[in-house]
């Protein structure tokens, strides 16, 4: 029997009292923070708002409170609906084309609306009467209908006595504006000075920022525009996962085929699964053999070859034969709603970076709003041009933006996370990148980590009274319905070696010893024991010097030997073990190759360790733990000075997932030990675990080479603004590339790729 899944139900906090909301209308992070500040307010509201999503996540409320919810985001002067079945946002969608056709519009009017103010600046000659009049008309559309979004964010802002980055574009749009009618209007004739672009222009043309005004919109539409497609190409990554399941099921119903979608299915209906459809639910194959495509859910490029009684996950794709599956997890209980909903939850938490970002930005624009005033004044002032100074309070306003710095840390996490789930690699949360960037030792449990956690057969021995296919179908024989560990292992031994067996009678267990049984060997009745080498004893069967020299071998390195007897006779054994996983060798060595110190974990028998751990290459082990000392060992490596990873699988592991500063879980295990942990890895292989830390470490450099960039820019830009060195044209372009950068380095992530060994 093969497993591909897990078997255990979700945590209930990933489905219990959560509410997700779609928000709209968010400009900026400082946006996000207003609304996050606005749901808290409600009583037993625990809420996140993320602004790279575009959605809210409250934790403590149940959906059928969602409108109460909904109010409260419409009151802070943005909107709200609850998440779509699916998952997709079409906010994005009409937002993305929204900010296309102003784009459109707005670079259409400004190319000539430029090219004109330039030309009639500079040549005297080719001015008209009115000249003036009608670059104010044709910067009308542009500055009051392609630059709305701006406005309408501003205005609200301004409702709710707050400020954020649309503020300072809309003031320094419509301020370029209106300086400009106002200057037509009183202008100066005979005035000459220098033009706010190139050269000198006679007779106050100077005074008209029109073309600064139009620029300035287009180049953040083209921004907002861009951003808007990677943010939504970003979430692609991620909402991919909660998309793989299937929308209708063929169920047998009443012996007939029936198409009904997946949200009518139901736990225990079987439903029929043909070659090139993806698997409906969490389930187990009931009749049928096939190879299943489990790459979409684990990164494992490998099939998985199920038959009766293998287990099956929603999302994975039937290669070759038709198989008929049994439901055992139906709806938000099934693995692929599990990890997708922790997908979410990855996202709405936030990192530390990311807090302090947060509180930068609340107290960011009221500052530069002060310094623009101050430049302001102090132009006129010193210089006493009121045209110079203008410029350099608008190009303050402008190139002061923070938008960089509210996309710096969601996005680069989005995409981190959106790629962590195509490759097998679920992080939880920030806290995970964070730990990772500091941990030096990895620890491993061995049992279902390093190995398979299922016994199989390694090796047959046979005195030549039946060949060895001929001994493993006597023991397939007897043990056919078994379910020790032991006798499983050698009926999975027999089915891959495509053996038939029939059937033994008075078949009967022996607790602790083995199991007997009558079976037909060449017309004649046989009786059949496997067992232990007590059990032989205890019955008088002599042991063959090879079954007795492999008892003792086997008891020193951690295997199981199953004796088997005809008749009274030993004729063989089969030798039993928790197989080493094929990736863990190279797995290792590329942990130990990135610095790390490993550590096998482990209450087996010391020989037993220290075996495992020469044949992967661990560093370090220490056996002979109980599962309540895992934890304290833990402990005391950190007394140590160390930063330590936990991998574990099962329930004795939780304790030392949750105790060490990274936890990682593989995804076969208990759902407790995933729960305690912050990565879970779904890929089977080992190469998941430093394709993990990699992939964490790789996000938190993302994150903070956008931080760095963000805060330098701000940093550099707003002194040489306020020094005028800046005009509003360039201010308004480096405002926007800085975010593109932001959001174009954080897309890089996609482009990560396991290592595999």
């Not at 606005?38 to 509201?45: I, M, P, S, Y």
């Not at 943005?78 to 056709?101: F, I, K, Q």
Request: hydrophobic share 50%; glycine share 10%.
């Amino acid at each position: 029997m093969v497993d591909v899944g897990v078997t255990t139900e979700p945590s209930v906090d990933l489905i219990g009292s959560r509410v997700e909301l779609d928000v709209s209308g968010m400009t900026c992070a400082a946006c996000a923070n207003r609304i996050e500040r606005k749901l808290n307010k409600l009583d037993g509201a625990r809420a996140t708002v993320n602004y790279a999503t575009e959605r809210a996540v409250i934790l403590g409320w149940t959906p059928d409170r969602a409108d109460e919810l909904i109010t409260a985001v419409r009151a802070a002067g943005y909107d709200a609906s609850p998440v779509a079945e699916n998952g997709e946002h079409d906010g994005y969608s009409d937002r993305v084309t929204m900010l296309r056709n102003r784009l459109i519009v707005a670079a259409l009017l400004t190319i000539p609306l430029g090219d004109a103010a330039i030309v009639l600046a500079l040549t005297e000659s080719l001015r008209f009467p009115g000249w003036q009049w009608s670059l104010i008309v044709g910067a009308i559309p542009v500055v009051f209908w392609c630059a709305w979004p701006f406005h309408r964010a501003a205005w609200r802002n301004l409702r709710h006595r707050s400020t954020s980055m649309d503020t300072l574009v809309s003031l320094g749009v419509l301020a370029s504006f209106f300086w400009s009618v106002v200057a037509t209007v009183v202008s100066v004739p005979g005035e000459t000075s220098t033009w706010f672009g190139w050269g000198t222009t006679p007779e106050g043309a100077d005074s008209l920022y029109l073309e600064a005004a139009a620029a300035v919109t287009t180049f953040l539409l083209a921004g907002r525009y861009v951003e808007a497609r990677s943010k939504r190409s970003a979430r692609g990554v991620l909402t991919a996962i909660g998309q793989l399941a299937p929308t209708t099921v063929r169920v047998l119903r009443d012996d007939t085929e029936q198409v009904i979608p997946i949200g009518d299915l139901r736990v225990g209906e079987r439903f029929l699964v043909r070659p090139g459809e993806r698997i409906a639910t969490d389930g187990r194959v009931a009749a049928g053999t096939s190879s299943i495509d489990t790459s979409a859910m684990t990164g494992e490029a490998e099939p998985v070859e199920v038959s009766a009684g293998s287990r099956v996950l929603a999302g994975t794709t039937n290669t070759n034969g038709a198989l008929v599956v049994e439901a055992e997890r139906v709806g938000a209980h099934t693995q692929l709603a599990q990890l997708a909903v922790l997908a979410e939850q990855a996202q709405a938490r936030k990192a530390s970076v990311q807090t302090l970002v947060d509180k930068v930005v609340a107290v960011f624009v009221p500052t530069v709003l002060v310094i623009s005033l101050l430049t302001l004044v102090t132009w006129l002032v010193v210089s006493g041009d009121p045209r110079a100074a203008f410029g350099a309070a608008m190009s303050v306003l402008i190139i002061a933006c923070p938008c960089a710095l509210g996309l710096a840390t969601p996005t680069a996490l989005l995409v981190g996370v959106g790629r962590g789930g195509q490759l097998g690699i679920l992080i939880k949360g920030p806290d995970a990148l964070e730990a990772s960037g500091q941990i030096d030792t990895v620890v491993l449990d061995k049992t279902g980590t390093l190995t398979t956690g299922a016994m199989s057969l390694v090796d047959t021995w046979t005195d030549d009274t039946l060949t060895a296919d001929a001994l493993l179908r006597l023991a397939a024989t007897v043990e056919n319905d078994s379910e020790h560990p032991v006798g499983r292992a050698l009926v999975a031994a027999a089915r891959r070696q495509g053996l038939e067996w029939g059937r033994a009678d008075d078949v009967q267990a022996l607790p602790g010893n083995g199991v007997e049984g009558s079976v037909d060997v060449d017309g004649r009745r046989v009786q059949v024991v496997l067992g232990t080498a007590a059990l032989m004893d205890e019955r008088g069967f002599a042991l063959p010097e090879g079954a007795a020299t492999a008892v003792g071998d086997a008891a020193s390195s951690g295997r199981s030997v199953v004796l088997i007897s005809l008749d009274g006779r030993v004729i063989g054994h089969f030798v039993v073990a928790d197989t080493i996983k094929a990736s863990a060798p190279a797995a290792i060595a590329r942990l130990r190759g990135m610095g790390l110190r490993t550590v096998l974990l482990t209450g087996d028998r010391r020989s037993t360790a220290d075996e495992v751990a020469a044949l992967v290459g661990v560093d370090e082990v220490i056996a002979e733990v109980l599962p309540t000392e895992k934890a304290a060992v833990i402990e005391r490596l950190q007394a140590d000075g160390r930063r330590v990873a936990m991998v574990g699988d099962g329930i004795n592991d939780a304790a030392a997932l949750a105790t060490a500063n990274l936890g990682m879980a593989v995804v076969s295990g208990t759902d407790v030990a995933m729960k305690s942990a912050d990565i879970i890895l779904v890929r089977r292989s080992l190469d998941v675990i430093p394709d993990a830390i990699q992939l964490s470490r790789r996000t938190l450099r993302t994150i903070r080479g956008n931080l760095v960039w963000a805060f330098g820019y701000n940093v550099a830009a707003i002194p040489l603004a306020a020094l005028g060195h800046l005009n509003p044209l360039i201010a308004g372009l480096a405002m926007s590339l800085s975010s593109v950068f932001v959001v174009t380095n954080s897309m890089r992530l996609r482009k990560f790729g396991s290592h595999r060994g």
